[in-house]
């Protein structure tokens, strides 16, 4: 028994040792394990719910509502309107929709006028193996274009917005030589794609276009769906008696309609929306 006792003793004495110093000890091997190392974990955030996408349908029906609108602020200013942008006071824009200059792209970085004719130059190429334009469209040079960003902002509901460029050949290349050119185009400056056109061709008549051919191409290339024929037209509403239009579900049972026409003398074709 005494034997018994005796071995209990240091028994008693790792517990007393390993009671008091045991727990800093482990947390120094937890601290050792955690500091001064990187740890990844997937984890949901809220921030997921403040990332939003806009449709193509909807995306034309609000940049139609604006182009058509073209409501400008009092004062210059950035268009802040992504995520993580700077802000923008909305109350300052006037009207429902708004077509303000934005010189920075989503992520709040600077953007320059080539960037836009870069993106321009790719959809004109995509345009033309589509068919949607003629092959014998030319590159735009950056020399003879001028390109401006935009955002088209539906101001009750800031969020929806559509960042664009707008593409101009320059004034003072008008009295150049403009056939085969492209004179004027809005381009998605997330997508490069071309929502509308003006372009001097080689062709001489409307019968050689076929409008159908070019806005379901257009379309299938906007990743919209089959255009509808638009029967209620005004035909003193166009410059031109050369045109047909064409309806896209829009937002909230409005619809866009999509005109592609031709002035004739000049040569001109081009593809643009309206509300």
Same mark, same amino acid.
């Given at each position: 028994?005494?034997?018994?006792s005796l071995l209990?003793i240091?028994?008693?004495?790792v517990? @007393?040792?390993?009671?008091?110093w045991?727990?800093e000890?482990?947390a120094r091997?937890r601290?050792?394990?955690?500091?001064?190392?990187?740890?990844t974990q997937?984890a949901e955030t809220?921030?997921?719910g %403040?990332?939003?996408?806009?449709?193509a349908?909807?995306?034309?029906?609000?940049?139609?509502?604006?182009?058509s609108?073209?409501?400008l602020?009092e $004062?210059e200013?950035?268009?802040?309107?992504?995520?993580?942008?700077?802000?923008?006071? %909305?109350?300052?824009l006037?009207?429902?929709?708004a077509f303000?200059?934005?010189?920075?792209?989503a $992520?709040?970085?600077?953007?320059?006028a080539?960037?836009?004719?870069?993106?321009?130059?790719?959809?004109?190429?995509? /345009?033309k193996?589509?068919?949607?334009?003629p092959q014998g469209?030319?590159?735009l040079a950056a020399?003879?274009y001028?390109a401006?960003q935009?955002?088209a902002?539906?101001?009750?509901e800031p969020?929806?917005?559509v960042l664009?460029?707008k593409?101009?050949?320059n004034t003072?290349?008008q009295?150049?030589?403009?056939?085969n050119r492209l004179?004027?185009?809005c381009v998605?400056?997330d997508?490069g794609?071309i929502?509308?056109?003006y @372009?001097r061709?080689?062709?001489? +008549?409307?019968?050689?276009i076929?409008?159908?051919g070019?806005?379901?191409a257009?379309?299938?290339?906007?990743? /919209?769906?089959?255009p509808v024929?638009?029967?209620n037209t005004n035909?003193l509403a166009?410059t031109?008696p %050369?045109?047909?239009?064409? +309806?896209?579900?829009?937002m909230?049972?409005?619809?866009?309609?999509?005109?592609?026409?031709?002035y004739?003398?000049?040569?001109?074709?081009f593809?643009k929306? +309206?509300q």
């Amino acid at each position: 028994m005494k034997k018994i006792s005796l071995l209990l003793i240091p028994l008693a004495v790792v517990i @007393v040792v390993f009671a008091v110093w045991g727990p800093e000890a482990l947390a120094r091997y937890r601290d050792n394990n955690i500091l001064n190392q990187v740890h990844t974990q997937e984890a949901e955030t809220g921030l997921e719910g %403040y990332r939003y996408s806009l449709s193509a349908n909807e995306k034309l029906y609000i940049l139609s509502k604006c182009l058509s609108s073209q409501t400008l602020p009092e $004062s210059e200013q950035n268009a802040m309107t992504r995520p993580g942008s700077a802000n923008t006071d %909305y109350q300052e824009l006037m009207g429902t929709y708004a077509f303000v200059t934005n010189r920075k792209d989503a $992520s709040g970085q600077a953007v320059s006028a080539s960037q836009g004719v870069a993106l321009c130059n790719q959809g004109v190429k995509e /345009l033309k193996e589509l068919g949607v334009l003629p092959q014998g469209v030319r590159e735009l040079a950056a020399s003879s274009y001028s390109a401006v960003q935009y955002s088209a902002i539906d101001v009750p509901e800031p969020r929806n917005n559509v960042l664009v460029w707008k593409i101009s050949l320059n004034t003072a290349t008008q009295n150049a030589n403009k056939k085969n050119r492209l004179l004027d185009a809005c381009v998605d400056a997330d997508t490069g794609k071309i929502y509308e056109f003006y @372009v001097r061709t080689e062709l001489t +008549s409307w019968k050689e276009i076929d409008a159908d051919g070019i806005i379901r191409a257009w379309a299938g290339y906007m990743g /919209l769906e089959e255009p509808v024929e638009y029967t209620n037209t005004n035909p003193l509403a166009e410059t031109t008696p %050369y045109f047909k239009k064409y +309806s896209f579900t829009g937002m909230e049972a409005n619809s866009t309609i999509v005109t592609v026409g031709f002035y004739e003398g000049i040569n001109e074709l081009f593809l643009k929306i +309206s509300q």
